[in-house]
């Protein structure tokens, strides 16, 4: 049987959602391990200004390339750049386009989504589950497709404690929804949001599960598989260790910390922590293709792609890793930070909001106050409230407990030959948590915030200024509140006065002895 590499060899790949995080990495991966691809289609927009060509140029010009661009200088020539906005009808494929498309994929990934928490219903909805719809439709008129790859999230059944490799029944008939919704003013559908959803926690976990059903229905028609990547995090050795290049989920948990911002967080100790590293779901989504294409099994198989199961992290163990969070962020300063990193995480609601009161806002507070006195616009608070209402759409996640089935994955894991097992690596048992983390870390500081790691003395003096002050803020605020105090109370003078002669009689005890030995 033909080995992975080998099965993409001459193949024509369609790929959704490119230029995104995970994409990027299906991409780069694809180009380097399997490097007799034919080409890959890659259905892009025009964003910000940026026509699409020239955002997939400046995609391929970026470190996560370094490896391949060194394998294969010329490997930009592989890829074919699809116009496409996925919301529009027809997902805005020109007919020529499609005419190509339709007569030479062999096979499709489709990672587009949008992935916010706060998405209004209609936006998720038209992304997530009407635009997966029409690549579908697209799908079915492909002349040699061999297998269709969605990409869902582990959370799409967040409604649930244990999550099996099944497609669950959708909360709702997607069609039904979507023909409601097509009259229904945005106002409208803002307040009816909350009881669709139902016990779901937000509109990208509920369109993701729909997504799953509508892809389902399409199993007679097509060979698919479904990824369910749990919380998907930095690379854990491909093509680099610790890439990453966004805020999402743990990234911007880590870079609020490190920079000081975030000092507290709620979690539940004993839940597990379920990250996953982004090279381990592409190792996997690349290896489930070919076993897919090449298998062709009857029905869609899930393939829930996490670690609890298997190499558990848990919120709780996050202490000692929040030392190293904060001691990795210790050596290797983020510039400018805005104190001293020292972060905590707490499962109660009430110490939660003690801390965020005495580490979040009153600083906030000073911090605007010394900026207005001097004449400059107040920014923290402001961040302050964006940081909490990240955090609080987080913390669904962080203080509940799932379990998840991995039959299929290690089912496909058997399937691969010795030296697949190497290349397409998704066997997490060997993942050490804490070195893991520092990578991350380092990468948040490299690659999201392009910090540049000659600057670290510079950002390591900054952090020693900023002890400094903490040490004279505490020390004054110790003797103001001393100050008020003994004004106020004879008992705390009479202490005070006491104190301070004792003080005095020693010291001239030590001169004197001092005097009579010299
Ligand atoms: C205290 C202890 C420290 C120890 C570490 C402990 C780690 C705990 C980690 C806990 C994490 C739990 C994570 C659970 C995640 C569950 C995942 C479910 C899995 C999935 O299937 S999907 C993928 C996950 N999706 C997300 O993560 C998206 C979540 N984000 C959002 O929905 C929105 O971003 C959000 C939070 C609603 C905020 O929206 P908004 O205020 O409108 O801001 P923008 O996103 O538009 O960003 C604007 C602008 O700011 C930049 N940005 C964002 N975050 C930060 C940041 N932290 N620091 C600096 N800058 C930030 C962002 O890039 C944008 O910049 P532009 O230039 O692009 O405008
Ligand atoms: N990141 C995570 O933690 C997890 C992600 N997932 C799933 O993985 C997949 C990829 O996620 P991730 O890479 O993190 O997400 P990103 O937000 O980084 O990428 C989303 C991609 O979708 C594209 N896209 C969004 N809207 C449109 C549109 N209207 N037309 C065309 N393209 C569009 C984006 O293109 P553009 O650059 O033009 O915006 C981008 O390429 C998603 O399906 C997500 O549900 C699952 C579990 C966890």
New binding site residues.
């Given amino acids: 049987m033909a080995s992975i590499a080998e099965y993409y060899a001459g193949k024509n790949v369609l790929i959704t959602g490119a230029t995104g995080f995970m994409g990027k990495v299906l991409v780069e991966k694809l180009l380097r391990s399997c490097p007799e691809v034919k080409a890959l289609y890659l259905l892009v927009r025009p964003k910000a200004g940026q026509s699409m060509q020239q955002r997939v140029s400046d995609m391929m010009t970026c470190k996560l390339f370094d490896r391949v661009r060194e394998d294969n200088p010329d490997f930009h020539q592989k890829i074919i750049p699809i116009s496409s906005e996925l919301t529009q009808p027809g997902l805005a494929i020109s007919p020529e386009d499609v005419e190509k498309l339709t007569g030479c994929i062999d096979i499709v990934f489709h990672c587009a ?1 949008t ?5 209004p219903l209609k936006h998720a909805l038209q992304l997530n589950v009407i635009a997966t719809q029409q690549l579908l439709s697209l799908a079915k008129q492909m002349h040699h497709l061999e297998a269709f790859i969605h990409i ?5 059944n ?1 409604n649930r404690k244990h999550i099996d490799e099944v497609i669950y029944p959708p909360p709702v008939e997607p069609k039904k929804l979507i023909e409601s919704l097509e009259w229904m003013d945005d106002g409208i559908v803002r307040d009816i949001t909350p009881r669709l959803i139902g016990d779901r926690p ?1 509109t ?2 509920y369109t ?1 599960a729909l997504a799953e059903f509508v892809v389902q229905q399409e199993q007679d028609k097509l060979n698919i598989a479904i990824i369910r ?4 995090g930095a690379s854990w050795q491909e093509p680099f260790p610790g890439w990453i290049d ?12 490190g ?1 000081g ?5 709620r ?1 539940n100790n004993d839940a597990v ?1 379920d ?1 996953i590293p982004v090279d381990v779901v592409i190792n996997l989504t690349l290896s489930a293709g070919w076993y897919t294409a090449v298998h062709k099994p009857k029905s869609a198989l899930v393939y829930n792609c996490t670690t609890g199961g298997i190499n558990p992290f848990h ?1 709780g163990e ?1 202490g000692r ?2 030392h190293h ?2 001691s990795s962020f210790k050596r290797n300063p983020l510039e400018q930070a805005f104190r001293r990193p020292n ?3 707490t499962s109660n609601y009430l110490i939660n909001q003690y801390w965020i009161l005495v580490s979040h806002k009153f600083p906030a507070l000073i911090y605007d106050l010394f900026l207005r006195l001097s004449g400059q616009k107040p920014q923290m608070m402001r961040i302050f409230n ?2 909490h ?3 609080s ?6 203080s509940q407990d799932w379990e998840w089935n991995s039959e299929n994955l290690n089912m496909l894991m058997s399937q691969l030959t010795p030296e697949d097992r190497k290349t397409f690596n998704f066997d997490v048992r060997q993942l050490n948590w804490p070195e893991y ?1 520092e990578n991350y870390c380092i990468g948040t500081k490299k690659y999201v ?1 392009n910090e540049d790691m000659s600057d670290i003395p510079a950002a390591r003096q900054h952090l020693r200024k900023l002890r400094n002050i903490r040490y004279t803020f505490n020390t004054l605020l110790v003797v103001f509140i001393w100050r008020v105090f003994i004004a106020r109370s004879q008992m705390a003078r009479n202490i005070w006065y006491f104190v301070v002669s004792l003080c005095f009689k020693f010291l001239s005890y030590f001169r004197a002895s001092s005097t009579l030995t010299n």
């Fill in positions: 989504a992935i916010r928490f706060d998405e869902s999230t582990a959370y799409a967040c937000n990208y976990t993701k990547p749990s919380i998907v966004n805020f999402n989920g743990p990234s911007g948990v880590f870079i609020a910390a920079k911002i975030l000092r507290t967080m979690a922590a990250l919120w996050i890793y929040t969070v904060m972060a905590n995480i964006r940081l209402k990240a955090i759409l987080l913390e669904y996640f962080s983390i915030l």
